[in-house]
């Protein structure tokens, strides 16, 4: 029952060599993005351009390192909580809430990691969400995270100590210039050579121990890089929300990203930006059918698995025979 | 009245038996899990929706047909069981060459799909479901009370689960299951029909959280939500168990839950947490997890 473990993979190798039809996407992404406050509700985009960082964190553990977290709503929230504290009970600029939320993912990605890479394969999903569900019921209990009411009324600050972030514009440039910092990174760490590693071990780890490369010490670096971008998604949206919630910390949340990244293409590297937004946009269009989002997502999960394992920037990609 | 380490003994007897009481639904659970998981290769995320759609079918049987707790014990867990064999013959069979995550993607989608669609119906708030005339009531044993129903589960969930052990363990047909396991190919070729096979261990496991299901509909009120959060603890005792051996699976389901019964005794606030704790540790000490046969 261990030889598929190894044999099939998530996504179809990809090549490491840039090409130029990601340049074109990555223009005409930033021009759309640049363009879109005009036609689009800014509280929106800056939403969708968190949880789209969020699902390009996620992406990278499990488009290139073949690990598949069902837990990543820890790193989110946690941050999110640390974010929203040092912003309103310490009074932290927010360049400074932001940092304090990160490391606080980061630190908490470099322990459930370690403790996640001791199993391979589903072992690995249960534990990441078993530690994140554990983190979830810390959160519940403690008093600074305001149990059920959460972190309401976080201040949004200036930006160091300049620029102020009550105002929409400033505040959508600044979540614009988060989030293509945040791309831009993983991009360059899925074409590095730390990131060809990754995808090595993703297509066969027994082999790319033989050729001597400490995969533990890989994919614990994969992990905590994706925990550490999760929380600059969470921080960055707790302060264009201004509150950091159970919601964030809970195992619907997990689910979630791991949706959006399905949807756009698991292995894409723009695929988990298009799945945030048109999750993010059918959970605020559909907001008056309540309850039915959940059913409406649990459709999305069975068809994408089904039929479009490769999601909708995965698919177009195959169409086109181009990269994206 | 007596107390130990400071503690009544009341309180720490019947802590105790809501550990038990636990442990029971925790062992048919895991164990329902690492039979389906056998067999198909996949993690059944769709598990804690099955243990309370068979919740809901006892209520529901209750409620339209009148039809009560014992013969339900029985029907509710064959209907669920069926809608599982559909759902393996029209989804997770086209599952089994692709990556594990599928399957796990695959029924996480459904336990919403059949969660959302629960709490659409008969919205969130708990509804509650008749204990049986016969099981009602309760003896004294001098040191604690001891209520009837709880008694049964422990006893029915034993009996199930070492019936289950004994079954795949001991017969001919646990003995093609195994073999199946390992080398369905080989299996094939001897003429035994193990697509089939397959289909109906979906049922079975799926009925097992069924029957679970309908045994905690008295104790705890029927909700949606009351598999969700089941099934992760569920998953920690798994990963603690191993999913290798069927009696480890059982041993530590009952175990996990009398220390978290004692847990809420000795230190109330660590209860929701002690077994993602001992997961941890178990990681740490013995990553294989306790009876679990490779590394």
Redesign the interface.
Known sequence: ??Q??QA???TPPVSSTRSWSEGLAFAIMVLALAIAPIYIYPMFLMQALCFALFACAFNLL?GYG?L?S?GHALYFGWASYLAAHSAKVWGFPPELAILTGTLTAAGLGLVAGS?AI??Q???F???T???A??MF??A??MKFTGGEDGIQAVPRGRLFGMIDLAHQFNMYVTVLAIFLAGFLLIYRIIHSPFGEVLKAIRENEPRAISLGYKTDRYKLLAFVLSATLAGVAGSTKAIVLQIASLTDVD?PMS?EV?LMA?VGGLGTVFGPVAGAFIIIAMQTYLAQVG?????I??????L???LF?RGIIGELAAYLRIKL | MFEIFGIPSQALFSQLLIGLINGSFYALLSLGLAVIFGMLNIINFTHGAQYMLGAFVAFLLLQHTGIGYWPALIVAPILVGITGMIIERTMLQWLYKLDHLYGLLLTFGLALIIEGLARNYYGSAGLPYQMPELLVGGYDLGFMRLPIYRAWVIVASLAVCLGTWFVIERTRLGANLRAATENPTLVRAFGINVPRMITFTYGFGVALAAFAGVMAAPIYNVSPQMGSSLIIVVFAVVVIGGMGSIMGAIVTGFGLGVIEGLTKVFFPEASNTVIFVIMAIVLLVRPAGLFGRRA
């Open positions: 029952m261990e598929s473990v099939a993979t998530v499990i073949g598949l069902f403790l001791r199993r394969g589903i072992y999903a249960m534990i969400l078993a530690l569900q554990m019921f810390f519940l209990q195992w689910g791991v399905l309850q039915w989002v959940t059913v997502q649990g459709v999305i999960f069975v994408c698995v089904l394992r």
